[in-house]
């Protein structure tokens, strides 16, 4: 049995488990969704801090930061 549709094919994107929660988050600088496996399916990505979130970050190839997103926890 296969699982749900992402809204849209994923490529070089990072994938992260939300700590103390079972989501995960699937994101690149353009867009992002959570699979809820307790629901098993995927639900839009909300930024912001409020409540529990969760940060990711992209690196520069020198190792700097080159940016960041946080994403509130489904």
Do not use: C, W
Not at 5 to 15: E, F, L, P, T, W
Not at 16 to 30: C, H, I, K, Q, T
Not at 55 to 73: A, E, F, P, V
Request: aromatic share 6%; net charge negative.
């Amino acid at each position: 049995e296969s699982g749900p549709d992402m809204a849209i094919a994923r490529q070089k994107h990072v994938a992260a488990r939300a700590p103390r929660n079972e989501s995960v988050l699937v994101a690149d600088s353009n867009s992002a969704e959570f699979y809820v496996p307790q629901k098993n399916e995927f639900v839009s990505a909300v930024e912001g801090s409020e409540g529990s979130s969760i940060t990711i970050g992209s690196l520069n190839s020198d190792g700097s930061l080159k940016g960041s997103k946080t994403y509130r926890l489904p």
